[in-house]
């Protein structure tokens, strides 16, 4: 089954412990992206993919780090996590040549 | 910077309606427009993607619309149903198609 998948699903940590939350898709998607989704303020672009070793930042980068070492992989990294990071994050990906994203089940982050 | 805003927050109504919800964006310059579903606690399902070329897009009982020049989009949803009940959500991909810019969303609530 084509899909985009997350780990985890829910995370609770205290502040400052490094955390990864991993990405991976099965569909072999050049375009990968991150994005978190936060009352009020809708989802918003952290990171995204052109391709393997190719990334770029999105609207809200601060606080956060990506890789893109392979092709179906596109981990997420909070270096010292804050509690302004608690949010809902999704991952999603999606060919070069079309615009049709496809989201994954999303990481509910909480930080303490 | 492209602002996507979505009017209304929230719409109820009753079952066998037809009904139309609003996207408008601030940038023309707006490559195409994707509208997705999200369920409570779920990622994204993408539901129509309307490229740049396009001015509408159909998929069964939902028609979605694209007007570039007015800063405008619109998805019909045609005889409502109990379970179209979810947020319903329109973003724009920029020019250069690596950035992808969310409204807020409309919460719909299809009653029996």
């Known amino acids: 089954e084509a899909q985009v998948t997350q780990n985890p699903r829910y995370l609770i940590t205290v502040t400052g412990k490094k955390l990864t939350v991993t990405c991976s898709q099965n569909?072999?998607?050049?375009?990968m992206s991150w994005y978190r989704q936060d009352p009020g303020l809708g989802l918003r672009q952290i990171y995204y993919s052109m391709n393997v070793e190719v990334t770029d930042k999105g609207d809200v980068p601060e606080g956060y780090k990506v890789s893109r070492k392979e092709k179906r992989n596109f981990p997420l990294i909070l270096e010292s996590p804050s509690p302004n990071q608690t949010s809902l994050y999704f991952c999603?990906?999606?060919?070069?040549?079309?615009?049709?994203?496809?989201f994954g089940p999303g990481t509910r982050l909480t930080v303490t | 910077k492209q602002e996507v805003t979505q009017i209304p927050a929230a719409l109820s109504v009753p079952e066998g309606e037809n009904l139309v919800l609003n996207c408008s964006f601030t940038?023309?310059?707006?490559?195409?427009l994707q509208w997705f579903r999200q369920d409570p606690g779920k990622g994204l399902t993408s539901l129509l993607l309307i490229q740049s070329s396009q001015r509408e897009q159909t998929s069964g009982r939902l028609n979605a619309s694209l007007d570039k020049s007015s800063g405008r989009s619109t998805l019909y949803i045609a005889a409502s149903q109990p379970g179209d009940s979810a947020t319903y959500l329109c973003?724009?991909?920029?020019?250069?198609?690596?950035?992808?810019?969310f409204g807020g969303g409309t919460r719909l609530m299809v009653k029996p």
């Open positions: 973003a724009g991909t920029n020019n250069a198609g690596n950035m992808l810019t």
């Open positions: 569909m072999n998607h050049e375009y």
């Open positions: 999603a990906s999606r060919f070069s040549g079309s615009y049709e994203q496809y």
């Open positions: 940038d023309s310059a707006i490559y195409n």
